[in-house]
């Protein structure tokens, strides 16, 4: 019995695309910076290609997930072999995911600006 299931917290690399196959089905396409956790030196991101399937969640993916996003993404690892423009045979491993979970805006996108003073009202009387 094997189980392929993983879960990513990383920033997204791009605004998710919306896109269509030859068929007609809609699926949204994203990449996703995942670090590594490293005490004394800077380490390269992971890079995941993330393939969003479900048409639901393909296209609210797509409206809501701007590049620089903090996203939680659960699926599956599935990887793909293809071959480039220098004729090298090339794999990426791509995540499907099943679920996406926007956990924070890109930072030019939050409000950095203090909130406006709350005026109280005098007691009455």
């Not at 396409?29 to 490293?38: C, D």
Request: hydrophobic share 40%; aromatic share 8%; net charge positive.
């Amino acid at each position: 019995m094997t189980f392929n299931q993983c879960t990513f917290i990383g920033n997204t690399g791009s605004a998710s695309k919306l896109l269509t196959t030859g068929s007609g089905k809609a699926f949204a396409k994203f990449r996703l910076a995942v670090h590594g956790y490293a005490k004394d030196e800077a380490q390269e991101p992971l890079w995941f290609t993330v393939l969003v399937w479900r048409e639901d969640l393909a296209k609210t993916t797509a409206e809501i997930l701007k590049k620089g996003a903090l996203v939680l993404v659960s699926g599956r690892l599935a990887e793909r072999t293809y071959t480039n423009q220098e004729n090298a045979v090339r794999r990426e491993l791509e995540l499907i995911a099943d679920k996406v979970t926007l956990l924070a805006a890109p930072k030019q996108e939050l409000n950095t600006e203090p909130a406006p003073a709350v005026r109280q009202q005098p007691e009455a009387a």
